[in-house]
C-alpha cells in the first residue's frame, strides 16, 4: 500500500452531534493529501455514529435496545491500521460495481474491458482499489432533520480498470425517526457501468455478541438469484417459494442456513440476491430483522431492485475486532442493496450503464425501532 503513514498526529474529529471525544485512529494520508478523519454524528433520540473517510466506512453504530441501553451494533475496527489489513469490507461503502463481475470482463458499446481479479477468477466489489479502499472528501452538516456527512470522490477514468471519470457523492444522515438514511449519486464523462452499496455488518445485540442465527429475517422477494460454483448469477430468476430461500414470512436464519441444499453449499450458507418485489424504482421495504433479546428491530428500505443477503460464512474469528473481539462464523449479517452481480454480463438483467448527462441516484435507509 502506498500510504503514508504518519502515526500519533492528532486526528481533527469533527463532531456533527453534541460529543467530542479522543479517538486512537490516526491520520493518513494518500497521494491526494486528503487527510483521514473519523467523524461522528448523532441525532436527538440517542442514535449515534462514527464514519472514517477511508472507505467511507461506518466504524461504529450506537441503538438503543428495549429498555434504552445503547449498543454498538455493527462490526469494525478500532484503528485505521486494522482497516488497512481488512479483507472483509465491515461497514464500507463500494463501488464502481458493488458484488462480483465474471472474469472481471465485461464489454461495454463493444469495447473489452478488464478489471483486477480479486475473489478466485472473478472481480468482487471493485476489486482491490475499490471505493471501500479510497479517501473520500468529507463534510458534516447540521440540518433540522439530523446530522449528515457527506462524503465525495473522484474515480478517475481507468482506475481500478472502470471506463469514465466518476464523480461520486454519498451522504450518511441520522435523523431524528431513527433512520440511517445514505442516499447516493454519481455523474460520468464517458459510458461506464454503476452499482453502489454499503457493506456494514449488523449484530443487532451487539457487536461480537455471538451470532445471528437467532435473527428473525423477512425478505419482501419472491425470487432470487441462482450461482454457479464461482457465486456468478446462472441468470435464472428462481422462486423462493419451498426453497430455504423463502424469507417472506420472518423466521430465524438458522431455520434452514444448513439444509442439503447445493446453492446453500456454494455459498457456505446465505450469498445470494434476492430480486425484490417492486414496480418502480420508489423507495420500499426490502427486509426486516428483529432480535428478541434486545428487542431490536431494523427495517432496510431502498430505491434499488435487489439485496445480497451475506450471512458472515466467511467470518471466522481470525479477525480481531473492537476491543480485540473475534468476529467467529455467521456473527454478522450484511444486507446490500444493489442491481444484481454480474449484470454487465447479462442482458436480460436490468442495466447499470451510466452516460454522460445521466445521474446515477439511490437511497437506502435502516430504520431502528423495538419489537412492539
Ligand atoms: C459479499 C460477498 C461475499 C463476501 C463478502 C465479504 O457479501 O457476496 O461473498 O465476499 O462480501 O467477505
Known amino acids: 500500500m502506498k500510504w503514508a503513514l504518519f502515526t500519533f498526529m492528532f486526528g481533527t474529529l469533527i463532531s456533527c452531534g453534541r460529543e467530542k471525544k479522543e479517538t486512537n485512529f490516526t491520520v493518513l494520508q494518500d497521494n491526494s493529501s486528503i487527510p483521514l478523519t473519523l467523524y461522528s454524528l448523532q441525532n436527538t433520540s440517542n442514535l449515534k455514529m462514527t464514519v472514517t473517510n477511508f472507505g467511507g466506512r461506518i466504524v461504529s453504530l450506537w441503538v438503543p435496545d428495549k429498555d434504552g441501553k445503547l449498543d454498538d451494533i455493527v462490526l469494525g475496527y478500532d484503528s485505521l491500521e486494522e482497516y488497512l489489513l481488512d479483507n472483509s469490507y465491515f461497514g464500507s461503502l463500494i463501488g464502481r460495481y458493488a458484488n462480483r463481475v465474471a472474469k472481471g470482463k465485461f464489454l461495454l458499446e ?47 477514468d481507468g482506475e481500478a480498470g472502470f471506463p469514465g471519470n466518476l464523480s461520486v457523492k454519498v451522504v450518511y444522515t441520522l435523523t431524528d425517526l431513527n433512520e440511517l438514511v ?47 460454483d464461482t457465486s456468478i448469477p446462472t441468470g435464472e430468476f ?66 434499488d431492485i435487489g439485496v ?51 445521474i446515477y441516484k439511490k437511497s437506502t435507509v435502516y430504520k431502528f425501532s423495538i419489537i412492539k
Open 238 to 303: 428462481r422462486p423462493v417459494i419451498g426453497t430455504p430461500f423463502d424469507f417472506l414470512k420472518p423466521h430465524s436464519i438458522d431455520e434452514f442456513i444448513d439444509q442439503l441444499d447445493p446453492q446453500l453449499k456454494i455459498g457456505k450458507g446465505y450469498d445470494h440476491n434476492w430480486v425484490l418485489n417492486k414496480d418502480s424504482n420508489e423507495l420500499s421495504l426490502a427486509a426486516r430483522v428483529s432480535e428478541s433479546a434486545s428487542g431490536r428491530v431494523m427495517e432496510l428500505w431502498t430505491t
Open 110 to 156: 463493444g469495447k473489452e474491458f478488464q478489471l483486477p481479479v480479486n475473489n478466485g477468477v472473478n472481480t468482487l466489489h471493485g476489486g482491490p482499489k475499490g471505493f471501500h479502499n479510497v479517501f473520500w472528501e468529507a463534510k458534516t452538516v447540521s440540518t433540522e432533520t439530523g446530522s449528515r456527512l457527506e462524503l465525495n470522490y473522484l474515480s478517475k
Open 308 to 358: 445480497q443477503f451475506y450471512s458472515g460464512n466467511f467470518l471466522d474469528g481470525s479477525n480481531k475486532g473492537k476491543v480485540g473481539k473475534p468476529y467467529n462464523f455467521r456473527s454478522a449479517i450484511c444486507l446490500e442493496t444493489q442491481h444484481f452481480p454480474d449484470t454487465p454480463n447479462k442482458e436480460h438483467f436490468p442495466p447499470v450503464v451510466l452516460r454522460p448527462g445521466e
Open 182 to 228: 445514505i442516499d447516493y449519486e454519481a455523474i460520468t464523462d464517458q459510458i461506464t457501468i454503476v452499482n453502489l452499496t454499503d457493506h456494514s455488518y449488523f449484530n443487532l445485540n451487539g457487536e461480537g455478541r455471538g451470532d445471528i442465527l437467532n435473527h428473525q429475517l423477512m425478505l419482501n422477494a419472491n425470487l432470487y438469484c441462482p450461482i454457479d
